[in-house]
């Protein structure tokens, strides 16, 4: 074995404990609420649950599980994601496409700027909102999916990645009599899988955790995702929306321990899928950074 | 090779051209309310124009200039810790040698990236409350008195920049971990064999094996000058911090929505949308300029 030096050895001890430290507070957040979340309401308010759920109880989550605005809001979340997420991806595929042939469309030139146009420059908060209001759209879920149903970056990403596929793929089919909706759906799309999976989970990520539309969209309660009926009634502790039997129950379930399982499980979605996340982000990162 | 007919291709990109054109453009052309005195029974091109009475209005407002330089400040605080930061805890990660435990730091810190503001706010409420939070519980059994972390002008634009580096310095990590795995590990054999120290080895090889990326980085980052983080600071502040903590996006927000002013809120997003747009020019200049980059 290589022998280190003294101030080596103190620098991989304390390097160690430095980058453990940094991913302990990482983690933090997350053992907090749900430590918080399965602890009685007197060892909360007593301040002594941090890591550990102290005076163990389910009641919390008894209490959230029942409570129909969370299952409800909870639903149109779901919603949300499931149209969002498939219309971002068929869009970026019908939009990558035809702007990958480089040579064979005519404004190539012109749709690209015309799509790259808008991540550079907008018109704002109140004119986006008066369009989906004069559009009609207010407490409607088409309000939260239309307004971002064309991912500009993704499309980049899946642009430059078509750009690299060999072109001698396509020839062969149109040999064959194909047109290009059949090269589109039978060559290409099958061939970035990979791509469509890492921009579609950041895409589940995205439309799971955005709130503000939800909270300038919707105008009453019973319209709004998750996130935003997480970031009014929960973080906010709005008691007026509650029924006189939610608040007696509310009493027994401490503020706090309510308010910790209802965060933690909105945050058990994207915990879910953060394993595959996690693969696909360098892989993403790399096929993203590939230019000619 | 058989040329086919282009019209599919039209075909498909329309669908995404119309809905570009409903919520982008439209509402770019409805900016122009921002030079009107806008009446919601008139209409955006009803309404009477006023010319730049509306940004002469809000400019003469004596909070206004305090708000700018919040955003600013905040912005540009943002930035340099994000940009250090992750590029430290690359180098230090690069020192480890153990696999396990680098997969494992790194699984976790990706982490709060992925949780939005709501939770993460929730939390840090709890955490940095005076009385009961862990933070100042820390604070005082050191000796030292509370703070009111969320609620002093003198702490929340810090609080604000480190708990965003806290969000976001896993992820940005990867990018800088990429390059370092794509430096040739010959050059450090060849300096070890001349007798460089590790830190010489870091200085020599790794940190310019990372600069083009820093250097991309850096750039692209000055399109965020007037981006100090809407949501993060529209949920974690309150009355009591305006003064230190109120920027653009929220000025944008509270006199739009809270006050309705349609024309004046859109008069302040039309000001910051014209400077990041230049900005952004620039900064994709730059990157093209000095790092190669383009983005198609």
């Given at each position: 074995m290589i022998r280190l030096s003294m101030g080596r050895r103190v620098f991989v001890v304390a390097n160690y404990a430095f980058l453990s430290i940094l991913a302990i507070l990482c983690i933090f957040p997350v053992v907090h609420?749900?430590?918080?979340?399965?602890?009685?309401?007197?060892?909360?308010?007593?301040?002594?649950?941090n890591f550990w759920p102290i005076g163990f109880t389910t009641s919390a989550y008894e209490f959230t599980l029942q409570k129909d605005e969370f299952i409800h809001a909870t639903g149109i979340s779901l919603l949300r994601v499931l149209l969002g997420c498939s219309l971002n991806m068929l869009l970026t595929l019908l939009i990558a496409f035809p702007l990958s042939k480089e040579s064979v469309?005519?404004?190539?030139?012109?749709?690209?700027?015309?799509?790259?146009?808008?991540?550079?420059?907008?018109?704002?908060?109140?004119?986006?909102?008066?369009?989906?209001?004069?559009?009609?759209?207010?407490?409607?879920?088409?309000?939260?999916?239309?307004?971002?149903?064309?991912p500009i970056f993704n499309v980049v990403l899946m642009l430059n990645f078509f750009r690299g596929l060999p072109k001698e793929l396509e020839e062969a089919a149109f040999m064959d009599g194909a047109g290009y909706l059949t090269s589109l759906f039978r060559i290409y799309a099958p061939l970035s899988l990979p791509v469509l999976a890492t921009t579609g989970l950041f895409?589940?990520?995205?439309?799971?955790?955005?709130?503000?539309?939800?909270?300038?969209?919707?105008?009453?309660?019973?319209?709004?995702?998750?996130?935003?009926?997480?970031?009014?009634?929960?973080?906010n502790m709005n008691l007026g929306s509650m029924s006189l039997e939610q608040l007696q129950q509310f009493q027994v379930v401490n503020q706090q321990n309510a308010k910790a399982a209802q965060v933690f499980l909105s945050i058990v979605p994207i915990m879910a899928i953060y394993p595959f996340l996690q693969k696909y982000l360098v892989q993403g990162m790399v096929i993203g950074g590939v230019k000619e | 090779m058989k040329r086919l007919n282009q019209l599919p291709l039209h075909l498909m990109l329309l669908p995404g051209?119309?809905?570009?054109?409903?919520?982008?453009?439209?509402?770019?052309?409805?900016?122009?309310?921002?030079?009107?005195?806008?009446v919601p029974s008139k209409g955006i091109w009803g309404s009477e124009w006023v010319g730049f009475e509306n940004f002469r209005y809000v400019f003469n407002l004596p909070g206004t200039m305090q708000v700018i330089w919040n955003t600013i400040s905040i912005a540009g605080?943002?930035?340099?810790?994000?940009?250090?930061?992750?590029?430290?805890?690359?180098?230090?990660?690069?020192?480890?040698?153990?696999v396990f435990f680098k997969r494992t730091v790194q699984t976790l810190v990706y982490l709060p990236h992925f949780l939005?503001?709501?939770?993460?706010?929730?939390?840090l409420i709890d955490i940095l409350s005076p009385s009961e939070g862990i933070v100042n519980k820390l604070i005082v059994a050191l000796g030292g008195d509370p703070i009111y972390f969320l609620g002093s002008n003198a702490w929340f634009p810090f609080t604000l920049v480190v708990s965003d580096v806290w969000k976001e310095f896993g992820y940005g990590t990867i990018v800088y971990l990429a390059a370092v795995t794509a430096i040739n590990p010959a050059l450090y054999e060849a300096a070890k064999v001349d007798g460089a120290s590790r830190?010489?080895?870091?200085?020599?090889?790794?940190?310019?094996?990372?600069?083009?990326?820093?250097?991309?980085?850096?750039?692209?980052?000055?399109?965020?000058?007037?981006?100090?983080?809407?949501?993060?600071?529209?949920?974690?502040?309150?009355?009591?911090?305006?003064?230190?903590?109120?920027?653009?996006?929220?000025?944008?927000?509270?006199?739009?929505?809270?006050?309705?002013?349609?024309?004046?809120?859109?008069?302040?997003?039309?000001?910051?949308?014209?400077?990041?747009?230049?900005?952004?020019?620039?900064?994709?200049?730059?990157?093209?300029?000095?790092a190669n980059y383009r983005i198609f």
């Open positions: 609420e749900l430590a918080i979340s399965f602890s009685s309401a007197d060892a909360i308010s007593a301040g002594k649950v469309l005519k404004f190539r030139t012109g749709y690209v700027w015309y799509f790259v146009f808008t991540m550079l420059f907008s018109g704002g908060m109140i004119p986006g909102y008066l369009i989906v209001k004069n559009l009609g759209l207010i407490d409607s879920i088409w309000a939260l999916v239309l307004p971002g149903a064309v895409t589940i990520v995205t439309h799971w955790n955005t709130w503000f539309d939800g909270l300038i969209f919707m105008n009453s309660m019973q319209h709004y995702p998750l996130s935003t009926y997480l970031q009014t009634v929960v973080v | 051209v119309i809905l570009v054109f409903i919520f982008a453009y439209i509402p770019m052309s409805g900016a122009v309310i921002a030079f009107k005195h806008f605080m943002k930035i340099i810790a994000g940009l250090i930061v992750p590029i430290v805890v690359t180098l230090l990660l690069n020192e480890v040698r153990l939005s503001w709501v939770i993460l706010s929730s939390i830190w010489r080895q870091i200085w020599h090889i790794t940190l310019p094996g990372m600069l083009p990326v820093i250097v991309l980085m850096g750039v692209l980052s000055l399109g965020n000058v007037l981006n100090a983080g809407f949501e993060q600071v529209f949920i974690l502040y309150s009355p009591s911090v305006y003064e230190s903590g109120d920027i653009l996006d929220t000025l944008v927000y509270r006199i739009g929505f809270v006050d309705t002013q349609y024309d004046v809120s859109t008069a302040v997003g039309l000001f910051k949308s014209g400077v990041s747009f230049v900005l952004i020019c620039v900064s994709y200049w730059l990157a093209a300029r000095f």
